[in-house]
């Protein structure tokens, strides 16, 4: 409630109600921090260890992609309660993403529609910062995705560049192709291009493994999705070997928005936060029926408070991850769903 009342009008105050630059602001905070962060002790910290993908998490509450793109403030996410984190999405080549204004805040409505295309400053730029900087002491998960100006034919070299430049420093990659911010990019979703793709990135993480273990492939998927086509991309995903699937990205769709925030509902981009709650669970469910439970998942979407993160679990989500939750309510959000999935003792 603190957060909420107090510390969340202040930071729009003083960004002149920009959430862009509230969110660029906090971050910077967040970087400067840097290595001290841990000192902050562990007010938010909830240890509640499981093993997921080969990887032992120290709990089962991850950040979501788009938050830190470019790992500016990797120690800061442990100190705040967080089990892993997940950066990016990251492309080939560095990129501003689309233009401003491109995220908007629906305080009404729990939630945020947000069009920033892949802002981001390259992969080389983040295996340059994480070979000098070091990983954070919790799981790292990259985000890649493909360029904007790149041809979707080219797509895959694109995945591949960043897998190649990356590997040595993700625990886990996500393969964004279910953005809705990037033309064409959920064409990436069909039978036909993700086998294409998924079979060449598994054949170069084996390759840039060697004799030891490839980092864990999962593909991020867009809750837009029918169920056949759901169906259509899991198939393929279990053909090539794929280590999970993270459900969801953010929705095209526009239900869910307060009356007093319609006006916002035409703003192109990919919806989150609270409209998001049910879809996500449903879309958790039906990949963990239809796979028989044989792909872990990662669950995101609509977790404003610890019982959606339970729905998520109950449904056949091993871990789950915030991100507009976390941006509007703040970092207390983090100890409150770790709380609450370890108080269920989960097997």
Do not use: C
Not at 93 to 100: D, T, V
Not at 178 to 185: A, K, M, V
Not at 304 to 332: C, E, K, N, W
């Amino acid at each position: 409630m603190f957060f909420d009342k107090i510390v969340r009008p202040a930071l729009y105050r003083l960004s002149h109600h920009d959430p862009e630059l509230v969110h660029e602001r906090t971050l910077g905070v967040l970087a400067r921090l840097g290595k001290a962060a841990p000192a902050l002790g562990g007010a938010f910290r909830v240890d509640d260890p499981v093993t997921v993908l080969g990887l032992l998490f120290p709990n089962r509450v991850g950040l979501a992609a788009g938050m830190d793109k470019n790992g500016r403030a990797l120690p800061s996410w442990a100190a705040l309660g967080f089990g892993f984190v997940e950066v990016g999405t990251v492309t080939r080549l560095a990129q501003p993403g689309n233009p401003k204004p491109r995220l908007f805040s629906l305080h009404a409505s729990d939630a945020v529609i947000n069009r920033m295309g892949f802002n981001n400053d390259g992969a080389s730029a983040l295996a340059a910062k994480l070979a000098r900087d070091g990983k954070p002491g919790i799981p790292l998960g990259i985000s890649i995705g493909k360029s904007k100006v790149t041809p979707l034919e080219d797509a895959v070299e694109d995945y591949r560049f960043s897998l190649r430049a990356l590997h040595p420093y993700a625990d886990y990659f996500a393969i964004n192709v279910s953005s809705p911010n990037t033309p064409g990019l959920r064409q990436l979703q069909d039978r036909t291009a993700l086998a294409e793709l998924l079979g060449e990135l598994r054949s170069t993480s084996l390759e840039l493994a060697g004799d030891g273990s490839p980092a864990p492939v999962l593909v991020k998927v867009a809750p837009d999705l029918t169920d056949d086509a759901l169906a259509e991309l899991l198939e393929v995903a279990l053909e090539h070997d794929v280590a999970g699937i993270i459900a969801t990205n953010t929705t095209l769709a526009r239900e869910g928005i307060a009356p007093v925030e319609s006006g916002l509902a035409g703003q192109a981009g990919g919806l989150s936060g609270r409209p998001l709650t049910t879809r996500a669970a449903e879309v958790v469910r039906f990949v963990h029926d239809h796979t028989g439970g044989r792909l872990p998942i990662i669950g995101v979407g609509g977790i404003m408070g610890p019982d959606d993160a339970i729905r998520l679990v109950d449904a056949g989500a091993s871990l789950v991850q915030l991100y507009t939750g976390f941006a509007l309510h703040g970092p207390g959000l983090v100890r409150r769903v770790s709380r609450g999935l370890a108080a269920r003792r989960w097997t």
